[in-house]
């Protein structure tokens, strides 16, 4: 394992009875990195975080946090702080005593819990909210306090597990946009599952998809998104066309449309055939020119920010992600096309 991991799981194995959870897993967590764990429902991500937190123990296999093996260690002496999608929080206590109740629990001074606690609840902008209760509060800002909730007790591991479900989509973009600024501010290792790509994407230096147990690419987002390794990647990271194709070193040919390969697109890919990705978003309808082909445009559907436009090319469906500010949903229906190779990559047949 690399010399900066600061979470290190070796060779785990977890069962619940007759089940493999997870069969044989090695995962590496960088120092001061916020690491997104993301994957469809019963992927195994929860029970990562769960045998990290100290919530279950592995059937085999070994768990160290900041070099030390905490296997076999309780939750209260991982020094591990955890957000949950239910906030948890107490609703007949103060804002104050619901953030400062795991420093009473360690028996901290009072002095350094008011000190502690004033300055969690600015970081998260709910100075002056002391007083107030749980119902008297936004769910935005409740899962705030959640937030500084886990921050008051200086944690070297911060868990996140699917902290934003429960909010609408103007909160979670605000709270992604929140605790993305606090984990870089403080440099708190970090873990956050999630089965939202978007999510994912926004808050995380690295993202580990997973699938069955086991872990199917990591990266950052853009590479899992331009360069995906498998077919399940390519349509677990976003919507995509797929097309039998041939790349010749130089030119990519799908039916007989040829245009030029990006170099990102095309690393370490030799002459052969393959299956070509084309992202909805790289397809233009254009003017008919030498580098454009026909297609028969057969549904329009408005989506706010673009149009989605569905076309027939080669007797194959065609997905299309149009700017709704430039598009002009009343084309003909043949139209002509062109591929960006930007959004284009290479996976084996």
Not at 100 to 119: C, D, F, P, Q
Request: aromatic fraction near 8%; charged fraction near 25%.
């Amino acid at each position: 394992m690399a010399s900066d991991s600061f979470v290190i799981l070796e060779n785990i194995c977890k069962r619940f009875d007759e089940k493999t959870v997870i069969p044989s897993l090695d995962l590496a967590i960088k120092k001061g990195s916020m690491t997104a764990l993301l994957g469809p429902s019963g992927c195994g991500k929860t029970t990562i975080l769960r045998l990290i937190a100290g919530l279950e123990r592995p059937t085999s296999g070994k768990i160290f946090i900041d070099g030390d093996n905490v296997t076999h260690t309780s939750i209260q002496h991982r020094d591990i702080g955890m957000v949950f999608q239910s906030h948890t929080l107490f609703p007949h206590l103060s804002l104050f005593e619901n953030v400062a109740y795991g420093l009473k629990m360690l028996k901290i001074s009072r002095e350094e819990i008011e000190k502690r606690v004033l300055n969690a609840l600015k970081v998260v902008d709910l100075e002056g909210f002391e007083e107030r209760f749980v119902d008297q509060i936004s769910g935005g800002q409740q899962q705030r306090v959640a937030l500084a909730r886990a921050l008051v007790l200086k944690p070297k591991v911060l868990l996140f597990d699917e902290p934003l479900s429960n909010l609408d989509s103007n909160l979670r973009r605000n709270m992604r946009e929140t605790i993305r600024e606090i984990q870089q501010r403080f440099n708190i290792t970090s873990l956050y599952v999630t089965h939202d790509q978007y999510e994912a994407f926004a808050v995380s230096d690295c993202v580990i998809v997973m699938k069955d147990g086991d872990i199917k690419q990591l990266g950052t987002p853009e590479e899992l998104y331009k360069r995906p390794a498998s077919l399940f990647m390519a349509n677990f990271m976003g919507e995509t066309n797929v097309f039998k194709g041939v790349y010749d070193g130089e030119m990519i040919d799908i039916n007989g449309y040829r245009f030029k390969a990006e170099k990102q697109s095309v690393l370490n890919k030799t002459s052969g055939k393959y299956l070509i990705g084309v992202r909805p978003e790289a397809i233009e309808l254009v003017e008919e020119g030498v580098e454009t082909t026909q297609c028969e445009i057969v549904d329009v559907t408005y989506m706010g920010a673009m149009y989605e436009v569905r076309a027939k090319w080669f007797g194959q469906e065609l997905l299309l992600h149009l700017n709704s500010t430039t598009f002009d949903p009343n084309v003909c229906q043949y139209a002509y096309l062109t591929i960006n190779p930007a959004g284009v990559f290479l996976l084996p047949r």
